[in-house]
């Protein structure tokens, strides 16, 4: 493998050297984005800009349009899409692909930089290689939104849109996100060499994301010193962790196909998500979803599901079953001890307790039997902490006898400590405003108009969740009643 020398910076102030690319062309197709007419600006990120080293003045400018558009190549870039497979709604799909993604390089930061619905490419199958602008300004603010929250995530640099028709239920207009990340291999791309039999590709792609992302597995004393087996570990471990954040916050992601599950642990192909509005275990946010798999409460266990998958494809190079399972037994532990930690500090609890386990099921039993909106409460809650008034957290509850015993006994358990402190913790891990989907719809239809102002103001927002953001009452209020009927479908 080579790797290019780096080159001088260009214009835009990127460096790139572009590891991916260097693994070859048995796991890319080089190729050009496709135009679209007439661009324009609908959301950018300056602090994803600053992550990137990219100068603010020119992702202002109209060389960086064209550039997110995919209307003209950035200097020093090199477009391709990757190749994967994987398996979808629990089924083998075989070879998929980056349909409609086109990696532009890795910067000398370690960020790759990629367009979502820059056109056709040879992995697109039946699709037109576009992304919608509803989708994409979804995708745009949830990633913001999830990194702003702390859990781990691709982020999101900008959105541009053009006129172009594209079609899906209805006519409707083309967008790009430009996302950014480490890397965006995904647990499909090592079901693709090994179900191909491609075993020596397969190695060379476990080695890559080993010296990139997981040194440690070189080094590591358990499984006999086994880094393929040490890989699995490693990521069941950030998988666990990023789910157990997922279900703290109440995000549903959508569509856990093991394509759409990345090898860093990182949130990825934002479509169908959904933060919850009433808490609702089973809530289903997919409207393609008709069995439920991805539901709420199923997202646990179908990441382990997806993990089982990872290790089938990596068995080859693992090469003892006992090895490969002993690998994903961390998951059963790893999960539920962050969940109960995120769980804990969303109490406000500082030191961990006996009782805490029967204090998070006790108030998560209460949500959901009288369908408690899921992040008002714990906003209230935080507040109660705060102040002592209950009455804001009481209204909330239709069984206010059975809210008031656990009330009690959760003071008690608050008193035990200093209550400044949790008061302090849980502001700043119960978010006021998440992206629920019907403040994402109205900044969508806004932006159909050519108004951008929602975008930015929400993003605002998003980036900042924890700040109250006096004004904007309105956002983090309770859902109107047409909120339960947007349908959010894998259509994008
Ligand atoms: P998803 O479940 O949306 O992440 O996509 C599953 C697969 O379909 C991936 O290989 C995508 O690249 C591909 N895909 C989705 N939408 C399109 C599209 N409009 N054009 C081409 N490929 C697509
Ligand atoms: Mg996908």
């Known amino acids: 493998m080579t790797v290019d020398a780096p080159a001088p910076p260009a214009a835009n102030g990127l460096r790139w050297r572009n590891r991916f690319a260097a693994l070859g062309p048995d796991f890319h197709t080089r190729l050009m984005p496709t135009p679209l007419p007439a661009p324009y600006w609908v959301g950018r990120s300056a602090a994803v800009a600053g992550e990137l080293g990219l100068s603010s003045d020119w992702l202002a400018s109209d060389a960086a349009l064209a550039a997110f558009t995919g209307n003209q190549g950035l200097e020093g870039s090199t477009p391709l899409a990757s190749v994967y497979s ?41 699709g037109d290689g576009r992304a919608v602008l509803r989708s994409s ?15 781990p995530t691709t982020r999101a640099l900008c959105v ?44 060379q792609l476990a080695d890559f994301v080993i010296d990139s992302f997981y040194p440690d597995c070189r080094h590591t004393a358990k499984f006999a010193g086994n880094p393929y087996a040490a890989l699995l570990e490693a990521v069941s471990e950030r998988t666990a962790a990023m789910v157990a954040q997922w279900q703290a916050v109440g995000f549903c992601h959508g569509v856990m196909n093991t394509d759409n599950m990345s090898i860093l642990g990182l949130t990825i192909d934002y479509g169908p998500f959904q933060f919850l509005d009433a808490f609702n275990t089973a809530h289903i946010c997919n409207h393609s979803d008709t069995q439920g798999r991805y539901a709420y409460n199923r997202q646990p266990n179908i990441a382990y599901w ?13 090469g003892e079953q006992e090895l490969a399972l002993a690998a994903l037994e961390s998951y059963k532990t790893v999960f539920p001890a962050e969940l109960e930690a995120r769980m804990r500090a969303k109490l406000g609890l500082l030191q961990p307790q006996p009782g805490d386990r029967a204090l998070i099921d006790g108030i998560l039993k209460l ?49 035990q400590s200093d209550q400044g402190q949790s008061a302090d913790l849980m502001l700043k891990t119960n978010p006021k405003f998440v992206l629920r989907n019907h403040l994402g719809e109205l900044a969508i239809r806004q932006a159909r108009e050519k108004d951008f102002a929602g975008v930015t103001s929400l993003q605002a927002l998003l980036e900042n969740p924890f700040d109250e953001h006096p004004g904007f009452e309105a956002q983090a209020s309770f859902p109107p009643d047409w909120a339960s009927t947007i349908e959010i479908s894998c259509s994008s």
């Not at 006129?163 to 791309?189: L, N, Q, W, Y």
């Not at 997806?306 to 693992?318: D, K, S, T, Y």
């Not at 902490?385 to 059975?402: H, I, K, M, T, Y």
């Open 306 to 318: 997806n993990l089982f998958c990872l290790g089938q494809a990596l068995l080859p190079l693992i």
């Open 160 to 203: 541009t849109g053009s006129d172009a028709p594209i079609r899906r239920e209805t006519i409707e207009t083309a967008a790009v996100v430009t996302r950014v990340a480490p890397s965006f291999i995904r647990f499909g791309h090592f079901e693709h060499f090994a179900y191909s039999g491609q075993h020596e590709q397969l190695r």
């Open 86 to 126: 994987g398996h979808q709604f629990g089924v083998w799909a075989g070879q998929l692909g980056d349909g409609r993604a086109l990696l532009l390089g890795e910067t000398d930061g370690g960020l790759e930089v990629q367009l979502k619905g820059a056109g056709r490419t040879p992995y697109s199958r039946m």
């Open 367 to 415: 949500l959901a039997q009288d369908r408690v909106d899921y992040t008002i409460f714990w906003r209230r809650l935080s507040h109660f902490a705060a102040d002592g008034n209950a009455s804001p957290v009481r209204d909330l509850f239709l069984d206010r006898a059975a809210l008031d015993a656990w009330l009690l006994q959760y003071s008690e358990r608050l008193a």
């Open 137 to 151: 300004i979804r995708e745009f603010l949830a990633s913001e939104a999830m990194h702003a929250l702390g859990i």
